[in-house]
């Protein structure tokens, strides 16, 4: 008997319920990157925040999804910083626009951000852009408000094309972290990563948990510049989930890499990915799962207007079933009402 309670009390402490990750924060509701978003997603049940950090011309690091601000802040209708506008080749695409890295924080202090769709439109102009000091003062702000631990699941963006200018962005992340007491292996944090020789550099400085992420095409940009001929998909056979598995603690595939979808658009069966990660003693996380009726498969959708949102709850849970241990999503709401179901 008394061995029977200690495997069910040794089993019990092994399984926990899966995490929401709120993907660049509530996104879908609000302004991505915003205090106000990440807030948002906090109250909507969001167990980690996600900023997408990028450098500033001065060395602060803010959260953007890229450093192109072009689409994603009111920054074309600022005349005194039209000559600011430029050319320049980002992981082998040459892009046009306004970047972060030609601009002081003061400077892109003045600017004010802008949603992605529909619902998120409706608050452009209202919210500031914000730095990774300032995500975290306030996320340890929301613990005390809230009675919980919120997690922080920072991505290093563009990491090559940083180190290469000038502006790495993993000394002064870690640096961030250590001054608001995120250290160590059991810290809530996880860092994330589309390439592989950041992470790699990372597992050297650092005992945080370590995320791969892997796309359904291509390959990670340091691999492109370095004439390594594997691809994301060479990632997720076996070899490459033992290589990760090296230094890191998760891996996040693109969604459909784990459950595709069948020709009429209908959840298809699981790969059998998530699995094979797990066996190779890793968790796994993915992205991203939105509500939008344009993103969901038709028997999950509410109403014609493909920009309305439908059941991301009921996708989740297929996803939760499966054994994903974590979804990026923006609207944190739909995911965590799935993953309190569990």
Same mark, same amino acid.
Not at 246 to 255: C, G
Not at 297 to 303: T, Y
């Given at each position: 008997m008394k061995r029977l309670l200690l495997f069910v009390v040794l089993s019990l402490n092994a399984w926990s =319920?899966? &995490?929401? *990750? %709120?993907?660049? /924060?509530?996104?879908?509701?609000?302004?991505e990157h915003t205090l106000e978003g990440y807030e948002l997603a906090v109250r909507q049940g969001a167990d980690y925040v996600e900023p997408d950090l990028v450098p500033t011309k001065d060395g602060h690091l803010v959260a953007r999804h890229e450093n192109d601000i072009s689409d994603t802040t009111n920054v074309a209708e600022h005349p005194e910083f039209a000559g600011r506008k430029t050319s320049k080749s980002v992981d082998g695409r040459q892009i046009t626009g306004w970047f972060t890295e030609d601009f002081t924080l003061a400077e892109l202090k003045s600017l004010r951000a802008r949603g992605?769709?529909? $619902?998120?439109? $409706?608050?452009?102009?209202?919210?500031? &852009?914000?730095?990774?000091?300032? *995500?975290?003062? %306030?996320?340890?702000?929301w613990e005390k408000s809230y009675g919980?631990? &919120?997690?922080?699941?920072?991505?290093?963006?563009?990491?090559?094309?940083?180190?290469?200018i000038g502006l790495p962005i993993e000394d002064k992340m870690l640096a961030i972290l250590s001054r608001y007491g995120y250290q160590g292996a059991n810290a809530p944090v996880y860092i994330q990563s589309f390439e592989v020789s950041n992470l790699k550099r990372l597992h050297q400085m650092t005992e945080i948990p370590l995320v791969q992420l892997v796309d359904d095409a291509g390959a990670p940009q340091d691999w492109v510049e370095s004439g390594r001929k594997e691809?994301?998909?060479?990632?997720? =056979?076996? %070899?490459?989930? $033992?290589? *990760?598995a090296?230094? $890191?603690?998760?891996?996040?595939?693109? =969604?459909l890499m784990l459950i595709r979808r069948n020709p009429d658009g209908s959840l298809a069966a699981d790969t059998g990915l998530i699995q094979a990660a797990h066996e190779a003693g890793l968790k796994v996380h993915s992205w991203t799962f939105r509500a939008e009726n344009s993103f969901l498969?038709? %028997?999950?959708? &509410? /109403?014609s207007d493909p920009e309305a949102n439908g059941s991301l709850k009921d996708e989740v849970r297929v996803y939760f079933e499966a054994g994903l241990d974590g979804v990026f999503s923006n609207m944190p709401d739909q995911a965590a009402a799935a993953r309190d179901q569990l």
């Open positions: =319920k899966p &995490i929401v *990750i %709120a993907h660049r /924060g509530a996104s879908g509701y609000l302004p992605r769709n529909r $619902a998120s439109h $409706a608050y452009d102009g209202r919210f500031s &852009i914000v730095t990774f000091e300032e *995500i975290l003062r %306030a996320v340890r702000g919980r631990t &919120i997690g922080v699941y920072p991505e290093t963006k563009h990491p090559s094309y940083f180190r290469r691809t994301y998909a060479d990632m997720v =056979k076996p %070899a490459g989930l $033992a290589e *990760i090296s230094y $890191a603690s998760a891996v996040s595939p693109y =969604k498969p038709p %028997a999950l959708r &509410i /109403g």
